[in-house]
């Protein structure tokens, strides 16, 4: 048997110096930079792109039915890019029926692009281990209080799958244009824990 090491790790600043080195010298003569890089993310991994999506699939059948069948393709064709690693996308539509919500189990993942960067509350452990046991109290206890008939459904995203929901289009925004329907899109309702 091995003895442990009675080595301390090294303060998380000092971790996280040390990786940023490591990513800075990698991204050396590419143009790249870890401050770059969140830039990038930060400017355009944004909810607002979700929200553009959802519209457009309110406003176009006929794209809606292309976002429901291949979802990534679908958001492409809106000209928003997904990183790599993001090899397919799911689209799940809520109905009167059902309503769906997103989590990740194993850790915080998202469809950045369309999401953005997760909300500290779906980072939480409680959340990501409470809502796949008892879905309709956790909506309930984040405000999205669902009538007892409708079917929760609850998805786990993975490596290479991400979810966004498509929430239920409100009644009163008939005849809204695109730009004003975005405008009421959450990215609360994009992972399924708001109702519009």
């Not at 090899?87 to 189990?105: D, F, G, K, S």
């Not at 990501?128 to 209080?145: I, K, Q």
Request: hydrophobic share 45%; proline share 5%; glycine share 6%.
């Amino acid at each position: 048997m091995a003895a442990a090491s009675s080595t301390a790790a090294a303060p998380i600043e000092q971790r996280v110096a040390a990786v940023e080195r490591v990513l800075e010298g990698r991204a050396r003569g590419t143009g790249l930079s870890v401050d770059g890089m969140v830039a990038h993310v930060e400017e355009n991994f944004v909810p607002e792109n979700g929200a553009r999506v959802v519209a457009r699939a309110w406003t176009d059948p006929a794209f809606r039915e292309r976002l429901l069948r291949d979802g990534k393709a679908a958001v492409e064709e809106l000209g928003i890019r997904f990183p790599a690693h993001h090899r397919q996308l799911v689209v799940l539509e809520n109905t009167p029926a059902v309503h769906n919500v997103i989590v990740c189990t194993l850790c915080s993942c998202t469809a950045l692009a369309v999401i953005g960067l997760p909300p500290d509350w779906y980072k939480d452990f409680e959340y990501r281990a409470r809502v796949v046991r008892e879905a309709r109290t956790v909506l309930r206890e984040m405000g999205c209080d669902l009538p007892e008939g409708v079917e929760i459904r609850v998805w786990d995203t993975t490596a290479d799958t991400r979810y966004m929901v498509l929430p239920e289009r409100p009644a009163h925004t008939a005849g809204w244009a695109e730009e004003k329907l975005a405008s009421v899109v959450t990215r609360d309702s994009l992972i399924g824990v708001e109702r519009l």
